[in-house]
């Protein structure tokens, strides 16, 4: 198929385009939700997320990427009859497995409200978000098939379809029920958003599924491959990927848990009070995090796209290529994810009040957890490298290792008084630069890379020089015009500054950019 000659950056900037898309539209539904329910509401809000999430890795079971691989590798070979299998066994498993995850969420709400030491307001939240996991896990499933097709516009377009959808009724439900029962019945019409933007994406790519496979019914008639697999011998290999995926995705979200497991109760045991210990919670993972999730989501994207494609490379015996392509992720791994955490760091009280519309609490969060973007989008790319060469335990132990060591050091460092807060975000910080390291060992040993050393030093050097340019310009600037357009400008002219200088340091060559737009 024509797609098929789309090169995985490619599929990985559509991915990433509809990915930022989606969390600008989050920003735009945490920035009024702020004011409508302020922080403790957004603190109510934010507390059962991390639970959702962690539901969702178990019932979705790291089936989606599975299917992506073991839908493009049927595909190369022409077995269009198997990769159609392949996704009505995910389908039927992810309905089973998303059932599961709703009804543990629902079931048990009281007791993580008791467990962790959240407020009892809480418990409105985690009932509105618990019927999520049951949409979710099944638009997971289309999504991994539309993947594996190499058709990444069908997945961008879903997360936008999810996010309106959250983003409109979310919204109104938070100004209705505000008004008319309190902030914790508001914050829990803003969690409801979620569910409502799962069932929108769900008949959205349904319908997409159908039109899709009308259109390519020639395939399969066509088709001169034999297809001999079995429903059990597909769900067995499925099974035998997702397992690993899923305890990776699982540890990735305990990672975001463990701050809401242990930020309250670790506050409480540092003097502060479970309202306060509320606020300050909101303000890190609801005002810091989202704005660190929208470069965040470049690297999800460069991860999920390079699943497909690296196996590809694999089933054709392509090492060369394999080699290339790490290579090339990893460098653009570098290129954007230097430059976004020293932009969010040195402009986070202006980029936090442009946002928050004025409220900037919480921008000295910023300040220092902009930097965990940089091991995280490059550990993101280097674990799909490692999944992609079907190496899938070897992130996992790494991630693993990475989320205990990042319990221990908020154990350790946020029930000090002098550290408090500031305690989660540096064993952040220290947690995904253990991950990193660990997984670029296994790259560099199981699949190969060449050096990139010079080149990321040269992203450092313009990374470094934006950021001067832009904590100066900002500050001239914003003594002669309002802060808002001061911003803007700045971030203007700093992009413009760090991408002259990319090019002149040849950072990335001609021959790079032509396949990055494939």
């Not at 379809?161 to 959250?166: G, L, M, Y």
């Not at 958003?193 to 259109?215: H, N, Q, W």
């Not at 660190?292 to 090492?319: F, H, K, T």
């Not at 940089?374 to 996992?396: E, N």
Request: charged share 15%.
């Amino acid at each position: 198929m024509k797609d098929k000659q789309r090169s995985y950056l490619t599929s990985a900037a559509i991915l990433a385009a509809g990915g930022i898309f989606a969390k600008l539209l989050g920003i735009a539904f945490k920035s009024p939700l702020a004011s409508i329910i302020g922080d403790y509401g957004l603190g109510l809000y934010g507390y059962p997320y991390p639970l959702y999430t962690t539901f969702l890795a178990i019932s979705v079971a790291g089936l989606p990427i599975a299917v992506s691989k073991m839908i493009a590798e049927r595909v190369s070979l022409g077995n269009y009859r198997g990769a159609y299998k392949v996704f009505r066994v995910s389908f039927i498993a992810l309905l089973v497995l998303g059932t599961f995850g709703s009804g543990m969420m629902f079931l048990g709400a009281q007791f993580f409200i008791d467990a962790f030491k959240w407020p009892q307001e809480t418990y409105y939240s985690i009932l509105a978000l618990s019927f999520a996991p049951f949409f979710v896990a099944l638009i997971s499933s289309l999504r991994g098939f539309f993947q594996g097709m190499q058709r990444m516009t069908f997945s961008s377009g879903s997360q936008i379809v999810e996010q309106i959808a959250r983003v409109g009724i979310g919204l109104t439900l938070a100004i209705l029920l505000t008004k008319w029962f309190g902030i914790s019945y508001g914050a829990a019409g803003a969690t409801f958003g979620a569910t409502a933007g799962g069932i929108a994406a769900l008949l959205y790519l349904g319908i997409s599924y159908f039109r899709f496979k009308k259109k390519s019914a020639h395939l399969l008639e066509e088709q001169t491959v034999e297809q001999t697999e079995t429903g059990r011998k597909i769900f067995k290999s499925l099974l035998f990927l997702a397992i690993p995926i899923a305890c990776g995705s699982l540890i990735n979200t305990v990672m975001d848990l463990i701050n809401s497991a242990t930020l309250s109760t670790c506050l409480q045991n540092a003097g502060i009070s479970q309202e306060l210990a509320t606020v300050l919670y909101a303000q890190l993972e609801q005002k810091a995090q989202t704005l660190i999730n929208v470069p965040l989501v470049i690297g999800a994207a460069l991860s999920s796209s390079l699943v497909p494609s690296i196996s590809e490379s694999v089933v054709r015996g392509d090492q060369q290529k394999i080699v290339k392509k790490t290579t090339l992720a990893v460098k653009i791994a570098f290129l954007v994810s230097i430059p976004s955490a020293v932009g969010l760091s040195v402009l986070s009280e202006p980029i936090m009040s442009l946002v928050f519309l004025g409220k900037s609490s919480g921008y000295e969060m910023l300040t220092w957890l902009a930097y965990v973007v940089i091991f995280t989008i490059v550990m993101s790319t280097l674990q799909g490298i490692l999944q992609g060469s079907g190496r899938f335990y070897k992130p996992l132990k790494n991630m693993a290792f990475g989320a205990l060591l990042k319990f221990l050091l908020n154990l350790a460092l946020i029930s000090r008084p002098e550290i408090g807060v500031y305690g989660a975000i540096a064993s952040s910080i220290i947690a995904s630069f253990v991950i990193f390291l660990l997984n670029y060992m296994d790259v560099k040993k199981y699949v190969g890379m060449n050096k990139i050393a010079w080149n990321v030093i040269k992203t450092i050097f313009a990374a470094v020089v934006m950021g001067i340019v832009a904590k100066f310009g900002y500050g001239f600037l914003a003594t002669y015009m309002d802060y808002k357009i001061a911003v803007l400008i700045t971030v203007a002219i700093s992009a413009v500054v760090y991408f002259a200088i990319i090019y002149f340091t040849k950072a990335i060559t001609k021959e790079e950019m032509k396949e990055v737009r494939g």
